[in-house]
């Protein structure tokens, strides 16, 4: 059993190494398949296995920065990553998180910065949670209105259309984006990336839960291109992060190899899986995720009001977020095997 | 008009400069890695990050990409042995 468990040479605890792959892999699947860095599901993992929260943050943004760098490879080669409109992304995105993080240091200053923090989180799922779903609502609403009128929806047709009204914006200068296969005004990814920064870095987050659906919903990517894309973004700021934390000296180096050895192949499952799943697909789960992370966030407020039930509902904050993370990468991984056996399958029939 | 623009992209970029003008937080804790229970590989580790953060930082910022592409890189070739197309994927509707 000893061989199990590993000294980590940095905060000097033992920690179960298999844990941590398995981990990695979870957190890769879901994170090649909806773009996402995935710190809001690694930092309750890492606390089941006993991991010192000092080191949580470094070392997921660290191993964070290996996985998204393998899933925008894997994406770039299915043509999904717009990395002009990444790079142009960038720069409102680095302004705005910036300006969240002085933010943050007003709000401890105030002593208010766990409350603010918290609710604005739940706030700001709560919306992306009934975009998502508003959006699936009113396309499904379109599918039927197209079969009684005897024809079929246009593949391309989405629920939500308020991309439409920010391409309107015609303030020079006017962009083209290939892989998003769209022109608009630079300033629209510039304003929208800058809000995801600017939320990101209050939240403390990479901000892929944010950007993923804001590139969908108000740039007008289509999802896979918004999923690569967004992997793309996370990649640069994820390495930016892995060197100013471990600069702070707020990595465990070895715990974010090991996680990233399950993430770098949980990667490419998840990556590979959005060849079989259409949009929507993505989208719906996508959704299921961000009231997964809602609920356990919810779960951290409700002690502040009711007395007596702070360790039963971190618990159950943290149970729920293992069960959501398990749940959603295995039923991606099944959908990968299914879509792989059928392609193969395909290819032998043909051959 | 291309300069113009560079020129906005680059002021853009200096404005947290500005931000940071309200001031930051106070100065963080300093962690101390405890050599005494490592031996090996992981005393060198552990003393490298005690000499320097910065050397430290540079190890991590390389050596993360490169694991990262590696095992990456294995999970493709094994994909690819089973004979899945890796380079494409049909246009998807949204």
């Known amino acids: 059993m000893d061989f199990f468990y590993m000294l980590m040479p940095i905060s000097g605890v033992t920690i179960f190494w298999p844990g941590l792959i398995i981990l990695g892999i979870g957190v890769g699947i879901i994170g090649g398949f909806f773009g996402m860095g995935g710190a809001w599901m690694v930092t309750p993992g890492l606390n089941i296995l006993g991991f010192p929260m000092a080191f949580a943050i470094g070392t997921d943004i660290a191993h964070m920065a290996g996985k998204s760098l393998v899933s925008t490879m894997r994406h770039g080669k299915f043509g999904n990553v717009d990395y002009k409109l990444g790079i142009v992304m960038l720069v409102g995105t680095i302004v705005g998180f910036e300006i969240g993080a002085q933010m943050i240091m007003w709000f401890e200053r105030i002593g208010k910065v766990e409350l603010y923090v918290r609710w604005l989180y739940v706030g700001l799922l709560t919306f992306i949670a009934w975009m998502v779903f508003h959006d699936v609502a009113k396309r499904k609403e379109k599918e039927r209105a197209a079969k009684a009128a005897g024809q079929e929806i246009d593949k391309l047709a989405t629920g939500i259309e308020w991309h439409k009204t920010i391409h309107k914006i015609k303030i020079p200068p006017m962009m083209h984006f290939n892989q998003a296969g769209f022109t608009c005004s630079i300033w629209a990814p510039v304003f929208v990336s800058f809000m995801t920064g600017w939320l990101a870095g209050i939240l403390g987050i990479g901000g892929g839960l944010i950007r993923m659906p804001a590139l969908i919903y108000f740039i007008g990517c289509p999802t896979h291109v918004a999923v690569g894309t967004d992997l793309f973004e996370v990649m640069i700021s994820g390495l930016y992060g892995a060197g100013t934390y471990t600069y702070k000296g707020r990595t465990e180096l070895v715990a974010a190899v090991i996680m990233l050895i399950g993430a770098a192949m949980g990667a490419q499952v998840g990556t590979v899986a959005t060849k079989y799943i259409k949009g929507y697909g993505i989208r719906i789960a996508f959704g299921i995720a961000v009231l997964g992370c809602m609920a356990s966030i919810i779960m951290k407020l409700l002690p502040r009001y009711i007395d007596g039930i702070k360790a039963f509902m971190d618990d159950l904050s943290t149970a729920t977020v293992l069960i959501v993370v398990s749940s959603l990468s295995l039923y991606i991984f099944v959908k990968m095997l299914q879509g792989a056996r059928r392609e193969i399958a395909m290819k032998n029939g043909k051959a | ?94």
């Not at chain 2, 970029?13 to 931000?19: D, H, N, T």
């Not at chain 2, 229970?37 to 390389?62: I, Q, R």
Request: net charge negative.
């Open chain 2, 1 to 94: 008009m291309r300069k113009l623009f560079t020129c906005a992209v680059l002021g853009l970029m200096m404005l947290p400069q500005l931000a940071f003008a309200a001031g930051g937080g106070g100065s963080a804790v300093v962690i101390v890695a405890d050599t005494r229970k490592t031996t090996g590989w992981e005393a060198w580790f552990a003393n490298l990050y005690n000499d320097s953060h910065l050397y430290f930082a540079l190890l991590t910022v390389v050596a993360i990409p490169i694991i990262g592409v590696v095992f990456g890189v294995a999970a493709d070739f094994i994909m690819h042995h089973i004979g899945l197309d890796l380079k494409s994927r049909d246009l998807a509707e949204h």
